[in-house]
């Protein structure tokens, strides 16, 4: 079986741009959560879905938003960068959002 | 908010040492799960207790989850160079509407095994 896939692996981008992230879940996995890795704060939980809804949110702007589509695949977008939104972005996927999670290798975003 | 609180920070040993990292909280957990992270990748999973009181073995890893589900250890033997990385725990809160596909992380154990 195919592990979580994120695309792009790196991106740069400057201040004041917007940027869109993509998650692949495990095949049969519903639910899709996504987290933001920085040296400071370590992980911290942005948001979860399952069957294209928002079920749960982590404590960030509404800057930083999500979608789930049909297939389960997800994406995060976050709108007017700043220079914290440096970090390493992971989605991890599950079967139904209570079990264990399984992350991708993340998308390292660096913003100039 | 719940909590975890994982130590040591850092941990430098020479190949062939013994070694704990715990994680503790004054809040209760479905279930705890273990990770092991390299730099640039995303953390993969070592292991998941969900029983209070649970030990389980991976080779030369122990892990235990504690008897009222509040904390949890790694207890690695004979650590090797290439046991080196970051290592994670991570709870799952109590079902619930608020605990859907969140796990409360550690800071992390950065863990160096120098042959």
């Known amino acids: 079986k195919a592990g979580v896939t994120q695309t792009p692996r790196y991106l740069i981008k400057t201040r004041g741009q917007q940027v869109t992230l993509s998650c692949s879940p495990i095949s049969g996995h519903r639910s899709v959560s996504w987290y933001q890795q920085t040296p400071g704060q370590g992980l911290q939980f942005l948001f979860e879905?399952?069957?294209?809804?928002?079920?749960n949110k982590g404590n960030f702007p509404g800057r930083f938003s999500g979608r789930q589509f049909s297939n389960s695949r997800s994406e995060m977008n976050v709108s007017t960068l700043e220079l914290g939104d440096s970090a390493l972005y992971l989605c991890a996927s599950s079967l139904g959002g209570q079990e264990t999670q399984y992350f991708g290798p993340g998308t390292r975003l660096l913003v100039l | 908010t719940q909590l975890l609180e994982q130590s040591p920070q850092f941990l430098s040993i020479q190949e062939g040492e013994n070694l704990t990292v715990y994680c503790n909280s004054s809040?209760?957990?479905?279930?705890l799960q273990w990770y092991r992270q390299e730099p640039g990748e995303g953390p993969v999973l070592l292991v998941t207790?969900?029983?209070?009181?649970e030990v389980k073995k991976l080779k030369r890893l122990t892990f235990q989850f504690g008897d009222a589900r509040k904390d949890s250890s790694l207890h690695i033997t004979a650590a090797q160079p290439g046991d080196t990385g970051l290592y994670l725990c991570a709870g799952e809160a109590n079902a619930g509407g608020t605990s859907y596909g969140k796990l409360t992380f550690g800071q992390g154990t950065i863990l160096t095994v120098h042959p």
């Open positions: 809040s209760v957990f479905s279930s």
């Open positions: 879905y399952f069957s294209e809804t928002q079920r």
């Open positions: 207790v969900v029983t209070g009181g």
